[in-house]
């Protein structure tokens, strides 16, 4: 299932008061990375398939909210009697997510043990390369950004403007800066952006089962 669609029905279940089905997409299209976009795709089409069997509802007409009433209480009387399907559908999802943070978590560990090994080096430069790299990165991220809000300002004469094109690299620019350069910065210093609560579960989780083995 396409990601803008996952997005598009998630909050048109939610104002709906669908908590269970408008919950699972909601999960998906925050959760919908590389790692778990099969998992993601595949719980929701199964999902997906089994609304379509019951009720004859297609979830393209859920984010194009063309649903009638009668179709809305068929869908949450769906929600009702397939509770065990939905949250066996949620619990994947989430499974997935954890075992990637799981993965990302050793990443960063390796990443900062290397760093650490560095910090011991006789050369200066070496030393302080992870330091001076996330400094320029950061810098250039926050002057592009201020460049790119007060840009419009000095062309305001039509004759004058950046083409649209131009606006589209920018775009992609700022995009990149924000969702992958200064994001990988913060989690080197200060850990993950995933929630406390799911990062506790996990913990907890994986303590369980390390007591279980011994």
Request: aromatic share 10%; no cysteine; charged share 25%.
């Amino acid at each position: 299932m396409l990601p803008f669609l996952i997005s598009a029905i998630a909050p048109k279940l939610a104002q709906k008061g669908f908590d269970l089905l408008g919950g699972l997409f909601s999960s998906a299209a925050e959760k919908s990375t590389d790692l778990a976009k099969d998992v993601v795709n595949q719980q929701l089409e199964k999902v997906s398939k089994k609304i379509q069997e019951k009720t004859g509802i297609k979830l393209e007409n859920v984010a194009e909210d063309k649903l009638t009433q009668e179709e809305w209480r068929k869908l949450k009387e769906f929600e009702l009697k397939e509770q065990e399907l939905l949250m066996d559908a949620r619990s994947k999802i989430a499974q997935i997510e954890l075992e990637q943070e799981k993965v990302l978590a050793a990443d960063r560990a390796d990443a900062r043990k290397a760093g650490t090994l560095r910090d011991d080096n006789a050369d200066i430069f070496v030393r302080r390369f992870t330091y001076r790299y996330a400094y320029f990165i950061t810098i250039m991220t926050f002057i592009f950004i201020t460049l790119a809000v007060f840009l419009p300002a000095f062309f305001s004469d039509p004759a004058k403007a950046l083409p649209q094109s131009s606006w589209q690299i920018i775009n992609t620019v700022v995009g990149f800066l924000l969702g992958v350069g200064l994001s990988a910065i913060i989690q080197y210093f200060y850990g993950s952006s995933m929630g406390s609560k799911d990062k506790a579960n996990w913990l907890k989780a994986n303590q369980s089962g390390q007591g279980g083995k011994s």
